[in-house]
């Protein structure tokens, strides 16, 4: 007997991709805050609960959505950064899928406020596993704050995938680290269960973003550099051989501000430092490469973690 094809509905096809974009709390905070970064925020508050698997509140002060575009932006392929494939080799933003909201909207329950400084109101909307329950008018400031409630509540074989709050805590902790280091011009302030965890200064100064992650331990042992040739221009900060660490953590890679993981560059890393610093032992790293975006592919990873030059 032969089986019926099914033909998915929005919502399900919404949770499949989920699956992609949408692993663990750390991942919501992710897309929500690269969001508020592309949207040209200077102030960004990232508040959880439970390890964000109870609640992820992102507040920023960027553009705001306008009241006519606030449902489309929980669509899926809905984005404002690029028209055509053409347009990616030409990007300055995080994000350029247009899925991720759709994508956490579709796992969780969402509240959204937003508001732009043309419209004298805001918008509040409220949408739960895909579906939007109301949409209203409401006081606020510019900006947008999100807020991700009981994630995979409608998934229940992925909630019981969720580590313990405590492992998931550590994950976010960790990748907001790297949010930060990636916007110096940010001003971040994290808060985990109404505990005030970090407050970058959002100066512009990478040296002063560190230090208020990693105190003074490690920024006095750090070397400034600023390399460039035809290609790229590599700067930031590495570690003199006073400081190492037992794994990679705080090497911290990105490309053109973007945080990412790449064997090639991690592997010179260590070919760099091998007589330096003690075996099995890690450098520490804070470095920005700038490329021309038309000579990285950064397409290839859902997440886009990582990168082909
Ligand atoms: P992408 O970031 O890939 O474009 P998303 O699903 O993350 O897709 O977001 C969809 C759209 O919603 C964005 O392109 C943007 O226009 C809008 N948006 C999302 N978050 C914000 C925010 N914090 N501030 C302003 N606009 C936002
Ligand atoms: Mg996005």
Known sequence: MSKRINILDEVTINQ??????????????KELVENSVDAGSSKVVIEIEDGG??????????????????????????????????????????????EALASIASVARIEMITKISD???GTKILVEGGKIISKE???TNNGTTIIVKDLFFNTPVRQKFLKSTHAETINISDLINKLVIGNPSVSFRYINNKKVMLNSPGDGKLINTIRSIY????????VPIDYETQFFRVSGFIGNNNV?????????????????????????????????????????????????PSKIDVNIHPTKLEIKF
Not at 16 to 29: F, H, I, K, N, Y
Not at 215 to 222: A, C, Q, R, S, V
Not at 256 to 281: C, F, W
Request: charge should be positive; charged fraction near 25%.
């Open 119 to 121: 419209e004298p109101v």
């Open 244 to 292: 190492y660490r037992a794994n990679k953590n705080l090497q911290h890679i990105y490309i053109n501000k973007r945080y990412v993981r790449s064997k090639v560059i991690l592997d010179a890393i260590s070919e760099g430092y091998k007589s330096l610093i003690p075996i099995n032992k890690h450098a520490v790293c804070f470095l920005n490469i700038e490329i021309n």
């Open 16 to 29: 499949l991709q989920a699956g992609e974009v949408v692993e663990r709390p750390a991942s919501v905070v």
């Open 137 to 139: 008018p409401v006081g």
């Open 53 to 98: 698997k109870k609640l992820v509140r992102i507040t920023d002060n960027g553009s705001g959505i306008a009241s006519s575009e606030v449902e489309k932006s929980f669509l899926r392929h809905a984005t404002s950064k690029i028209r055509e494939i053409d347009d990616l080799y030409d990007l300055y933003s995080l994000g350029f899928r247009g």
């Open 215 to 222: 105190g003074k331990d490690i920024t006095e042992n750090l």
